[in-house]
């Protein structure tokens, strides 16, 4: 599960909501992918807040309306709300939910309804109702897809920088270390190069022995013989070796300038 908490700005997130509440009227918040707010209530009205959710029953009914809600409805109090998905790679990371607005003048014996369900004072439920910001349905609408879709655009933004520093950092760490084992690499085929030489050397004294040494000597020389070829393959092996090593280092060094 990707974690929004861990790569969004959300002094950025905070902005761009208080904007959009500042600008349209409408209540908002974030919340993570288990419905845990993430940034603070912007434009929260005192009818949703005082009084809705702070009853036992309204805050059950309002927990209800956060999880079922999609796009632009109604709540259970009659104000119309809406809750945006925060998608990234096709997974819901978030919402960006609110609203706490009314499409029309409201009835108020239909609130005062309400109140007694609730359990709230009708006359102090009303004069909250009274300030609560009017908006026609489709301004609703259309304020609320238009926030959905800047914090997306927002929040895919963060992650895809977040994903290419971290993949940066990763491959970085691993360029050194194919450098590092490279240079050990190519130590060990100049060992293997310093004893392939000696193993010739050898191979030449044990000729000249062997040549000294006459008739008695024949099986010697073979054997001289062989382990000059097989010195002289080594070597041989240990070049290509060091060839593929430099060739390595190269096409790393490249790999480096490129990112």
Known sequence: MIDIRRFIDLKALQSIQDQFSEATGLAAIAVDAEGKYITEGSNFTDFCMKYT?????????CEACDKEGRGTYFCHAGLMDFSSDIIIKGEKVGAIIGGQVLPSQPDEEKFRSIARELGISEEAYISALKKVPVRSEATIKVAAQMLGSIVNQLVNFEYIQAISSKRDSVLDKEIDRIKSSLNEVTAKTHDL??????????????????????????????????????SKSSGEVYERIHELVADIQKSARNLTEII
């Open 53 to 61: 959710r702070n009853s036992e029953e309204g805050l059950k009914r």
């Open 193 to 230: 190069q310093k004893v392939a030489s000696m193993e010739n050397i050898l191979s030449i004294n044990a000729s000249i022995e062997a040549a000294r040494a006459g008739d008695a000597g024949v099986g010697f020389a073979v054997v001289a013989r062989e382990f000059g070829e097989i």
